[in-house]
């Protein structure tokens, strides 16, 4: 029975000696605990040593995969076609069926056969013999490495840690820069102060002063390379009628070689650019396309890496950056920022004040895609960010006109859509008038309809109108009077017979009478007054409506 061991060195094989012991593998281990102990269970037959790590790696992936090697291959045609009549075993059972599948042998894999293989692993230095322990453990280490590297799909063109070391050195540059201009400005401003205002551009102004020097060389000096010739013309009248002091030429020379070191800081910058712009398109096209080469620096490097932008949501690269903001927002609970360093892209300026945020949150979503692609992708392939960028600046356009396109329907509209397929329950009412069998007029539904038509002077309202008025004069003199209406009359007959007889009172009294009364008392007396003493113009209106009604 044969052993098949991989190492990192090489393919072994090994013989069996005693077949028994794979069958009681519980004290397996003390048969290994010394080499000479270990070489009486097992015999090497051959040793197949890889040429170099690309071998190694090779044949370990084809391992992994289940697959063998063309190493592998060469040493079974040797050693085992002779013996097929022996049995292979094999601590993969995948690699175990490739070969059981080229070569027509059965292979044998069980828990007893891994535990031989430990054992193996214990002695395996003793085992070889020849193979020296140091040169084992570097095979080992650079296999490690190499295998790492293939399963991550690592590639040194991947680095993303260069655009972050680049685009944090370009942020310290551009502040000594302005730290340095500034100094500059201010201490050749002493000497000519109306320089700073003629010329704004910085790079401009550095090479005028590192040219010239003082303000009495300005005149005979050429400038026409450095600015147009309009300035120029200014730049020497101003020197002629300069308000600044003197200085010493110690002083100039300390202020050139200031201009010299920024101008030499301004290349280096401007190369650096161009190295991260090129690092940017090999690593990440597809973002760099979207937001920017220095937008998409900086928010790897935010982030930490490409792997790490990649994993996070579209919300979190949108607030990429504004994280102190954010927290402040949530801690005083007021409005949460609405981008971070995606607001300096080129789509988001460009848009206007009330839709920046609505861009934000668009670019976002599609640069996460393109950083999945980015980090993900094996094809370098920039259709991606190319598409998006597109229909990203179509629909800004939309947007900023005003005529934005429903995707897809409103709330509203929805709702009335589905409305009629909504059931809806009804619950019946109980109406007594219904248990009635007698004729009932209907009454109710032609008021309603007079009140309805309101003024209108259409004949058929006149018509319903008519109608109304003359059932209301019927019902007025078919229907007798109740018993209340005979008590109310029989009261207020009372109420005017002691009124007549009684005399009247002066106000003089009457008003004293009512301070020394109650209040429910003053009222029951000032309704009664009202009732008995009613003025002549009531009773002539009282008698034109009955005689109308009639």
């Known amino acids: 029975m044969l052993v098949l061991y991989e190492t990192s060195a090489g393919y072994a094989i090994f013989k069996l000696l005693d077949e028994k012991k794979l069958q009681a593998t519980d004290n397996l281990f003390k048969d290994f605990e010394t080499p000479a102990k270990a070489n009486k269970i097992l015999k090497l037959k051959q040793f197949s040593k890889f040429t170099d790590t690309t071998d190694a790696l090779a044949a370990t992936t084809a391992a992994v995969e289940g697959k063998v090697s063309k190493q592998l291959k060469k040493v079974l045609k040797k050693l085992v076609l002779p013996d097929v009549q022996e049995k292979l075993l094999v601590a993969d059972a995948k690699l175990g069926g490739a070969i059981k599948e080229k070569f027509n042998f059965s292979c044998l894999t069980n828990s007893n056969v891994q535990e031989l293989m430990r054992c193996i692993r214990s002695q395996i230095n003793g085992l070889l013999g020849d193979l020296p322990e140091k040169e084992m453990t570097a095979m080992a280490l650079g296999l490690a490495h190499s295998l790492s590297r293939y399963k991550l799909k690592f590639s040194p063109d991947k680095v993303d840690t260069m655009i972050i070391q680049a685009v944090s050195l370009l942020d310290d540059l551009d502040k000594e820069l302005n730290n340095y201009i500034m100094r500059c400005r201010e201490w050749y401003g002493w000497h000519f102060p109306e320089l700073s205002k003629l010329v704004t551009d910085n790079t401009a102004y550095i090479k005028i002063v590192q040219q010239v020097g003082t303000r009495e060389k300005m005149i005979k000096s050429d400038l026409s390379e450095i600015i147009p010739e309009e300035m120029e013309a200014l730049v020497k009248e101003a020197a ?11 002083d100039i020379d300390n202020i050139q070689m200031l201009c010299i070191e920024i101008l030499a800081m301004i290349t280096h910058r401007t190369s650096l650019f161009e190295y991260l712009k090129s690092r940017m398109m090999v690593i990440a096209p597809n973002l760099s396309i979207m937001v920017g080469e220095l937008i998409g620096a900086r928010l790897i490097s935010r982030a930490g890496s490409l792997v790490n932008l990649s994993k996070f949501p579209a919300s979190t690269v949108q607030l990429l950056g504004s994280e102190k903001a954010l927290f402040r927002a949530l801690k ?71 005529n934005q396109r429903r995707i897809s329907s409103g709330g509203k509209g929805s709702a009335k859509k589905h409305e009629k397929f909504q059931f809806k329950s009804e619950v019946a009412q109980y109406e007594p008038e219904m ?116």
């Not at 002629?240 to 110690?250: K, L, N, R, Y």
């Not at 009330?354 to 861009?359: D, I, P, Q, R, S």
């Not at 003359?470 to 009124?499: G, N, Y």
Request: proline share 4%.
């Open 332 to 402: 005083t609970k007021r409005d949460t920022p609405k981008y971070g360093l995606i607001y300096h892209a080129t789509l988001v300026g460009q848009a206007s004040t009330k839709n920046k945020g609505k861009a934000a949150r668009m670019l976002a979503a599609k640069a996460s895609l393109a950083c999945r692609v980015d980090a993900l992708g094996e094809d370098g392939n920039v259709d991606l960010g190319a598409e998006h960028k597109a229909k990203l600046a179509s629909r800004m356009r939309i947007l900023e006109e005003g």
């Open 240 to 250: 002629e009628i300069s308000m600044g002091t003197e200085i010493s030429d110690e």
């Open 435 to 550: 248990d009635s069998t007698l004729p009932v007029k209907k009454k109710k539904k032609k008021r309603s309809l007079v009140e309805e038509d309101g003024e209108s002077s259409s004949p058929a309202a006149k018509k319903l109108k008519v109608e109304v008025k003359e059932e209301e004069a019927q019902e007025a003199v078919a229907e007798p009077t109740s018993e209340k209406k005979k008590k109310k009359r029989k009261r207020t007959m009372e109420v005017e017979e002691t009124a007549a007889a009684e005399p009247e009172e002066p106000v003089s009294a009457k008003k004293k009478k009512k301070k020394s009364m109650q209040p429910e008392e003053v009222e029951e007396v000032v309704v009664a007054e009202a009732k008995a003493e009613p003025t002549s113009e009531k009773k002539k209106k009282k008698k034109k409506s009955k005689v109308a009604d009639e």
